[in-house]
């Protein structure tokens, strides 16, 4: 049995997170097609990939077909970043094909190319576009045809040794191209619309050899170049952390509360906070990342809210401004889950932080893109499994409506992804709306069972008695205990 | 600053300054168009770089009226014939001031385009100092 397999270098693509949805970067003398419609970025990633690939010793070919005016492809790519005017006809050279293609001979334009090639011996090679070399190609009988063109491309830059690109527009997934066969990998790029967004999605259809992460993977493009969001590694170790520790745990900033919860929150959970409006969520969540940074830790905060941080109080304000507590930026539009849950965890990894706030789901969900909202659920669990993976503890806030004639933890059914849940809820009682809350859930842990009256002053949140001689708290108007005071204070309890 | 226009334009004038042989000078001046040519249409292709070139021309007519006369032909342009000719028939310094506007134009127009740093980084493969006596160049591509 032999042992000497052919080994297949991966060539890191310098597109942030390509490398991991190929399944660890790009193989060397692979022969690849870059698809997609008009304006779906593909002439973009192919300058990212060539500039990131090309040396001086192993410079990049790019071949400009009839497509886009190289004057304007220029123009255009140098706003990029990565665009490095330095690198052409270095280890970068542009080769205009329009006079070769303009006679409709393929053969004439494969030994073009060829010739090209013997001469610079490029690591890579890119042939933009291929449709308009399509579009080129005339009547002539005698001229080999696509498929042939296609193959013998193929086998060429392979034998000598270049990583081949071939730019396709237009070209349709049930379209049974030739060209889809040949190629070792499939790189399919969309804009996917829905009500008024749009979002930019990359699926790696096929890439011979190595297992790709499956799915359509959303990307941005900035001025950096094309940012791809893989799925936050679910590789990592999750199971450890779905069976935390209880016996360190993270004071929340309200001793009671800590008292509640057994001793406050066992490090590594993720704690759910549901409330009406106004009930003191994100309160507590500011306190919980204040506490936390008095015990020298860091923390992040997702906000959904559109408001600014001052708003969030004077000594949070101070901590992010200290960099003690990151932000993550949620104000681009149309966020997908990967790409929230890449930021959080990049910052967390920044910050080496502990605690984490997403305040609040309700804002999260308003913040993706409507084509994500339909499996919010799905993403949302994701997520929460992405966190849990970094080790660090999680407090999101969900406002909750309150319903008196049933009991809910969350709209979205999310209960069972967290590990701990506080309700918040209002309550009338002698014409004043009172605020209780109670610790519903507290996995592997004891817990009080107390529905506790509390209320914010300026130092936060302060946690008071139990509701005296009152009964049917939940209904949201309690009534004097019967056994006690038979005389009813002016409340039908129906 | 268009430091590579500059000294395109500078061995020109250099060449002005030992001879006053206008047909000699203006034989240089079509020789390194064809050098930007060569240098420029892999990159930007052929149909671009003469686009530009008949653009400067008009641009630079203004100041230099005797560039009105160059009319390419549409099949040869890529030789720079007709400006060869119209040139041979200035005087040296009216030569090296004419061409030397119409460099600096093109490789406005092309910064314009493209930006001051690719620009001047292609330009830096034109050579510098012009065969005095052009070979024959095959510019069919």
Redo the contacts between chains.
Sequence with gaps: MTTHKAAINRLATGVPGLDEVLGGGLPEFSFNLIAGPPGSGKTTLAHQLMFALATPERPALYF?VLGE???KM??YQ?QFDFFD??Q??VSI????L??VTATGDLQKVLTRIVAEVETHGPGAVFVDSFRSMLAGQGDDKTSMGLQQFIQRLGLLMTSWQATTFLIGEYLTEIDPNPVFTVADGLIWLRQSPQSNSVVRKMEIMKMRGQQTLPGLHTFRISNAGIHVFAPVSVAAPTEPSRTPRTDVRLRTGVPELDRMMGGGLPRGYSLLVAGPSGSGKSILASTFLIEGARAGETGVIAAFEQRPKAARGRVLADLIDADRVGVVDTRAPDLSVDEIARLLSTEIRRLKASRVVIDSLSGFELALAPTFRDDFRESLSRLVASLAATGASVLMTSELEDRYTDLRFSPYGTAFMTDAIIVQRYIEVGSRLLRVLAVVKMRGSAHSNELRLFHIDADGIKIGEMVPGREGLLGGQPSREQNKEVRDIGVDDD | MQSEALRIQATIADLAAITDDARHIAEVAASTWREILAVL????????VIALYQRSLYVTRTAYPCLAAVQEDPLRSGEFAALQMVLSQQTSAQVVAANGALLQTFSDLLAN???V??T???L??VRSLPPSNPAPQDTS?
């Design positions: 400009t005016p190289p004057l220029l123009r140098q005017s330095e052409v006809n050279r542009f080769i205009n329009a006079d | 249409s892999p990159v930007i292709g052929p149909g671009g385009l493209i930006g740093s690719l001047e980084r292609l830096r493969s591509t």
